[in-house]
């Protein structure tokens, strides 16, 4: 093993196209180290008949290097239930590839590293969905995809936050539970006339910013666009210019292509867009999220090789679970029909 991880020639050869498109946020320095991983995974990609899908808060090595898909949870969703490939790697956290074999039951999920939570996830059970629904007798409960297959159980539709508004208005209701992001629910209140009941939970990363760090990067850099992500406290989202989830931030960049732009989220976002844009100029606010740092290129390797770690559900839990997510990826179909 040790002799295909050294960066030889052929290494080099295979991989520089690779480098190519990401020198601009990767130093030289370190591509040797990256390539023989590279160059090796994506060979056992092909013989295990293997497909990766990498959030966008993957680091740009794992996002530029050796996934097939990337995205925002719901493009993730989408293509774990297209994927037809033996092997689905979600290079991720934990509750997206829960969400992966929930819509692709099927198929082997795997995940490199089963540590890879989320501060969300975490922040709700099953059984706290139930006492709600007691609480709160016939009013449906809109489950954020981050939480586990348990809670998705419990609920009537998922959402993500490039959907969130939408869903909650399509269900023509005057009231709603929304879970457990408190922010992002606290922002789907106030795009709607929907009476929304919160839950507590936040993510660990975005609830770091804060407004008055946005009002210092307008005053030191004029002209600047400030976009975030939903689950940003609501004083951050009252300073930004627009709000949306991963993609949707990438979308804008990719419309609008302002001359300077700070992307209020985790990390790498900006390292993987800036990637794309070589002519907009991002200024980098490092909130890392831990979770998603647990995927490595050495994590991605070891996944492939021992078919390590497979992410399994309980039949009838992934069934309950599925008609909650399911509810939300029919509903641009619905609408459009
Ligand atoms: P997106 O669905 O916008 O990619 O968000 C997922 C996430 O975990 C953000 O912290
Ligand atoms: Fe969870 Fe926040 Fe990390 Fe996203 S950034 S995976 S919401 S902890």
């Known amino acids: 093993m040790s002799d295909t991880l050294t960066y030889t020639p052929a290494v080099k050869r295979a991989t520089d196209a690779i ?6 946020v990767v130093p030289e320095i370190e591509w040797p180290v990256h390539a023989p991983y590279i160059a090796r995974i994506n060979a056992l990609k092909a013989e295990r008949n293997a497909v990766i899908l990498a959030h ?3 680091t740009p090595e794992i996002f530029h290097g050796v996934a097939d898909y990337t995205g925002d949870s719901l493009g993730l969703a989408q293509q774990a239930k297209e994927a037809d490939a033996d092997f689905i790697v979600v290079c991720g956290v934990h ?8 819509v692709n039951f099927d198929k082997t999920v795997l995940i490199p590293d089963l540590r890879a939570g989320c501060s969300l ?10 006492q709600l629904k007691a609480r709160y007798p016939g009013v449906p409960v809109v489950t954020y995809v981050n939480t586990t297959a348990d809670v998705k ?14 869903i909650v208005e399509s269900l023509g209701t005057d009231r709603v539970i929304f879970l457990p992001d408190e922010y992002l629910g606290h922002y789907v209140a106030q795009h709607t006339d929907v009476d929304v009941i919160l839950w507590k939970g936040s993510c660990e990363v975005h609830e770091r ?15 600047i666009e400030i976009i975030a992500h939903p ?12 709000v949306g989830s991963t993609s949707g931030m990438i979308d804008f960049v990719d419309r609008q292509r302002p ?5 209020v989220t985790e990390c790498s976002m900006s390292d993987n867009v800036a990637v794309e844009f070589p002519d907009v100029e991002f200024v980098r606010p490092c909130n890392l999220c831990p979770h998603m740092k647990r995927i490595t290129l050495p994590a991605i390797l070891n996944c492939l090789e021992k078919l390590e770690f497979e992410v399994t559900l309980d039949a009838d839990l992934a069934k309950r679970a599925y008609g909650a997510v399911q509810r939300m990826l029919d509903l641009p179909k619905r609408k459009a029909a």
């Open 153 to 166: 159980a419990e609920s009537d539709v998922c959402c993500t936050s490039a959907n969130a508004i939408q």
């Open 231 to 242: 689950e940003c406290p609501p004083d951050v989202l009252a300073e930004a210019d627009f």
């Open 56 to 58: 966008n808060y993957q």
């Open 121 to 130: 996830a975490d922040a709700i059970t099953g059984e706290d969905v139930r």
């Open 19 to 24: 480098y190519a498109r990401m020198r601009r």
């Open 95 to 102: 509750f997206m590839a829960e969400t992966a074999k929930i």
């Open 209 to 223: 910013f804060t407004g008055a760090e946005l009002r210092r990067y307008r005053e030191q850099t004029p002209g």
């Open 259 to 263: 001359e300077r732009v700070v992307m």
